[in-house]
């Protein structure tokens, strides 16, 4: 399996630190609000790494966090009248809602930052002490130029850096890139008491301790959007290797930017869409297939457009599950020799979707190796197949799709009133030799978005 590591910019073979584990960290959202589209894609994508992993045989220790104190939520506690705890246990409910929606499997670990603030002024009082912290008025800052291969993530020089940051003038700073470890408190702010006063955690400082405190000083993987890279990601080698003198984690993985309509995604420009509105309109299994439709590493385009297509393609893959599942309650036997023939077939699918997904979880070619099987099972499992075939059919898209998470939803499917009354009419009529009217009543029916299949287990339906 190779793995596209963002620290040396190519394909490296995957090896754990650990043989059959793996050891995984992924930045979780800031809880203020609802969570957004193009956070929800590196939800999505590392979640989609964690179960092929485990697919593999590896026990994978999953990490994400949720930023519970921060600016943005301290100010919207502060809007609404109530604390900011209060204000993330909301949110953080609400997270668990849309997660679990779009088939995101919970983490082995949801660390808060507020449950760690002892853990944290530890490792700040670490860095103060080898020399790569300094105080000022209550704030304590990181020292970058004394960590000499700071920048290392982002392929720049930190004199590059400075050139071309926009940078929030401090004149407390002593570089323009250092980067606050602890923030003094101020008046409306919630505040621990620290050695350096009462205060509270920067940004970058609390993936490098969540991370240290539950998987250790060196991690296999750490993960996140394109627009982590830097600084927080940057912010998090340098304080957590300034610490340790150890590497902090072996691949550094980050997926692409989302534009919406073609057009960056952002809420001046009104084109900024959450999950829960999303949720609105369509299925939240939409949302996932349509993630995993592309490689994680590329930009994508999102749009009504793409997911009525993205909509579309899923409920093809249904049809073939309803398909398979309808005829294996209705057959029976052993495999056939012309079965057995076209058998190896299957094989031939699985290792080609092994072979797609170890190539830095091409998610695209693994859906694209889906649908071959899919189209396969359409064209040689009928009513006269074997029941064995059927099932080792439906063995192998089951698996396959599970990998992924998709099309494993039980689908209650509830015709109203009117639907099942046109359909027993039909079968009335063809029994009393009508077939004009059965023909009326199947084009009826198409029209309502309704296609019939005539087997000899009976008539068969399903949507378009």
Known sequence: MKLY???TRKKEE??????????????????????HIGNARPFIIFDTLRRYLEYRGYEVTYVQNFT?????????????????EELADKY???YFKDADALGIKRATIHPRVTENIKDIIEFIKDLENKGYAYVVDGDVYFDTKKFKSYGKLSKQSIEDLEAGARIEVNEKKKNPMDFALWKAKKEGEPGWDSPWGEGRPGWHIECSVMSNRYLGETIDIHAGGQDLTFPHHEN????????????????WLHNGYINVNNEKMSKSKGNFFTVRDISKQFDLEVVRFFMLSAHYKNPVNFSDEMLKQAQSGLERLYNTRGKLEFLLENLSGNLKDEEKNILDKLSYYKQKFIESMDDDINTAD??????ELAKFINSNVSEESSLEF??????????????????????????DEEIQKLIDERTKAKKEKNYQ???????????????????????KWRRV
């Open 68 to 84: 519970d104190v921060d600016d943005k939520i301290i100010n919207k506690a502060n809007e609404e009248g109530i604390s900011a």
């Open 437 to 459: 009217l059965a023909d009326e009543i199947r084009q009826r029916l198409l029209d309502m978005g309704i296609v019939l299949e005539d087997t000899r287990q009976g008539t």
């Open 366 to 371: 693994a859906i694209s190796v889906i649908f």
């Open 236 to 251: 998090e080698i340098a304080q957590s290797e300034a610490r340790s003198g150890k590497v902090f984690s072996r691949y």
């Open 92 to 94: 953080i409910n609400e």
């Open 14 to 35: 995957f090896v754990p630190l650990e043989e059959g584990k793996v050891k995984m960290y992924v930045c979780g959202p800031t809880v203020y609000n609802y969570f």
């Open 390 to 415: 059927s099932k080792k059919c439906y063995d192998l898209f089951i698996e396959l799709t599970g990998v992924l998470n998709i099309v494993n939803k039980k689908r209650e499917e509830n015709l």
């Open 5 to 7: 590591n963002t620290l």
